[in-house]
């Protein structure tokens, strides 16, 4: 039996929340080059721990042919003058604090440019222009997620036929993470962090990035689950060819719990809070086709949420240069290699 996805919500009059934008109001615009903000094409298809769990040091997810393992770091600590371990970057904080890096990278100037990324009043003026609150508790929260982005290492494995494999290897996301505090005119605290951002990791986000709508991940803050369901969507639906569509069971070898539920051990819990978050994302992303029943999710072609003509204008980029498009080449890794390659981060990142 196919479950009832509301795609196109009607006026309820509702008060829209002041720490995020309404699913009508968006639906009801196009999104501007302002709104647009970019992914790393691995994220959208291996999403990050929903939520922090004392004690983990690694994550590793698989999503067909890809699998991302991160590993948290170390930092030094100006307070108790000692160097700490980190975690792995989690939660919807997480997610922010990568779309305003990503944002960065992609229209700086040049690389150099892209590698240095300001995380003090350019954060703090992204986080207002979106409603974030960027005070107390979710100040320290996007602060610590920050810290955790900087200094965590990735590795990302590509799978293909005949049993041929490639790894990305990305020594860490940072070369360096800076931060102090400073007061402003009314002796408040204000954080102010750096990052420089790694080139190989900076080189792949400027040429394979992803578009993505700033103001429905920001609509879908308090839901981390339904921000990754929509940033799949928005990604894997445009890419679909078969005019039946493609069929992902919910659990299984290639299901969606190994992509979205690493942190639910129930498949019963899974199918349950997967349906939840479809339903949310959906609301951000009204033009997805898509069907889903008790088995899995059937996927079909769909406009990109964020169309062509904006996600690659060159008015959004100061370099001037078109993303390119990510496509799987004819030399794609395969299954059988004798051994395990070492491949720059500006190998194709499959879809």
């Known amino acids: 039996m196919a479950h ?8 309820t009059g509702k008060r829209v929340s002041k720490n ?22 691995v994220f959208v298809q291996c999403g990050l721990p929903l939520r922090h769990k004392k004690g983990r040091r690694e994550w590793l997810v698989e999503h067909g042919d890809l699998s991302l ?4 770091g170390v930092v030094a600590e100006g307070r108790s003058r000692t160097l700490v371990n980190t975690d792995i970057p989690s939660g919807s904080a997480a997610r922010i604090g990568f779309s305003h890096i990503h944002n960065h990278i992609i229209r700086a100037a040049s ?56 790894t990305i290897n990305v020594p860490q996301i940072a070369d360096n993470v800076d931060f102090w505090i400073e007061r402003d005119d009314r002796q408040a605290a204000i954080w102010n962090p750096s990052l420089t951002i790694n080139p190989r990791y900076a080189e792949t986000v400027r040429e394979r990035g992803v578009p993505e709508d700033m103001r429905a991940l920001i609509g879908l803050y308090e839901n981390t689950g339904a921000m990754d369901v929509y940033k ?7 890419r679909v060819s078969n005019p039946k569509g493609v069929f992902i069971p919910y659990v299984g070898k290639n299901g969606l719990h190994k992509s ?21 994302a959906v609301r951000f992303y009204p033009d997805a086709n898509i069907r889903a029943d008790d088995n899995g999710l059937r996927i079909f072609y ?11 204008s060159k008015s959004m980029f100061f370099n001037n240069k078109n993303l390119k498009r990510i496509d799987v080449r004819d030399d794609a890794p395969r299954k059988g290699d ?6 720059s981060l500006d190998d194709e990142i499959p879809h």
């Not at 009832?4 to 006026?11: A, F, I, M, Q, R």
Request: glycine residues 6%; proline residues 6%.
């Open 111 to 166: 690389l150099d440019e892209a590698c240095n990324v300001d995380l003090g009043q350019s954060f703090r003026s992204y986080c207002e222009k979106y409603r974030i609150p960027v005070g107390g508790k979710n100040s320290r929260s996007i602060s610590r997620e920050i810290v955790n982005i900087g200094q965590a290492k990735m590795t990302i494995g590509l799978f293909g036929e005949k049993s041929r494999a490639k």
């Open 4 to 11: 009832e996805l509301t795609k196109n919500p009607k006026h």
């Open 302 to 312: 769909s406009q990109a949420p964020v169309p062509p003509e904006i996600s690659q």
């Open 338 to 343: 004798d051994n395990t390659e070492n491949i």
């Open 232 to 238: 799949w969507l928005s990604y894997r639906c445009p």
């Open 69 to 72: 393992h991160i590993q948290a």
């Open 260 to 280: 979205f539920g690493q942190s639910i051990a129930s498949s019963r819990k899974f199918k349950q809070s997967f349906i939840g978050w479809l339903k949310e």
């Open 20 to 41: 995020k934008l309404d699913a009508e109001y968006l639906i009801l615009s196009e999104p501007t080059t302002e709104d647009i903000t970019f992914s790393h094409p």
